[in-house]
């Protein structure tokens, strides 16, 4: 399964950048001015969005293996025809770019989905003795949700490490050719430009960090609200999946001369960002649970069984104030070694 889903991304990933490259030369061919490339770019985002929460719905009800398949499936085939398509209207290389964003965000959801079931909490109790049983499932607290610093400050990291991010995936190949002059069809593709062994090096350490940055507000949904950790990721991954429309026709406007002054400029815009979410998150973040992410009414304690077996462990209920129910035998729970059925 991990070296399943590591290809998968691979795969993934190269289908989303690969135009971005090949843009470059197709340029030569279809003259599409500065604005229009830009837009072709970020089209790929207005599917990416749509996806975002179906994915996992689509996985329950389909089956996971079977959307990762067809999302594949339609992610090359858009990929494929897309040079045919480009030659008959621009138009359809927007729809293309839309379908593959819709295909490419459908396979990453869905793939994601499986680790997110792992943090959704469904606790049933059942009281044998009053012939009862109480259902409690995790209900998402909007409201407090909305309201929490650990949120915001999450959220404020990921639209910003984004805008870099979505950025470079887009806009780099661009840079290359017109600011530092190489020649991506040829496998040397060097021409005459001064520090630009430099400038590849700073690149190269800036998407290094960008994905160091992941281990940071990319999980710390589970720190903070372990039990909401799929739903805050989709709300916050789909929030930032806007820098990604927007970034790729900001770049566009500011180097309508493709000058390497004009490209700095994009480069401050991204370090504007980086900072703003550094000091955000480094500020505002949080590594301790919630108070609005924690049970109100139950909680189960783990305590070893010193005289049977220390690989035992057994379940009590626990009040409001932290103690132990005296009482649980009584109401029909019993002490049982972890592992072992109760009925």
Known sequence: MAYSAFWGFVFVYSLRVNISVAMVCMHAEFDWDKTLRSSMLASFFYGYI????????LA????GK????????????????LPVCARQSYIAVYVLRVILGLATELWLETSQHFLQQEFYVKMVLT???????????????WKSILTSRAVWAC?????????TNYTLLTSLPAFMKEALHFDIKQRTGFMSCNQR???????????????????GYNCNHVDFAPKYAGVLFGLTNTLATIPGMVAPIVAGALTPNQSPEEWRNVFYVCAGF????????????????????RDPD???????????DKQNVFFYTKNKDNSLDQSAENKGFEKVPNGQDTN
């Open 50 to 57: 749509v996806t975002q929460i179906p994915g996992g719905w």
């Open 60 to 63: 329950d009800k389909f089956g």
């Open 66 to 81: 079977r959307v990762l398949g067809i999302a594949m499936l339609i992610s090359s085939i858009a990929t494929i025809i």
């Open 127 to 141: 009281m044998d003795g009053d012939q009862s049983s109480i259902s409690q499932t995790a209900r998402v607290p």
């Open 155 to 163: 959220l404020t990291a990921h639209i910003c490490n984004n805008w």
């Open 197 to 215: 062994y430099l400038a590849v090096a700073f690149l190269s350490l800036a998407v290094m960090f960008t994905g160091l940055c992941r281990a």
């Open 274 to 293: 980086d900072l703003f979410g550094a000091l955000m998150f480094g500020f505002f973040s949080s590594g301790e649970l919630e108070p609005w992410a």
């Open 298 to 308: 139950v909680e189960f304690e783990v305590e070893p069984d010193k005289e049977v």
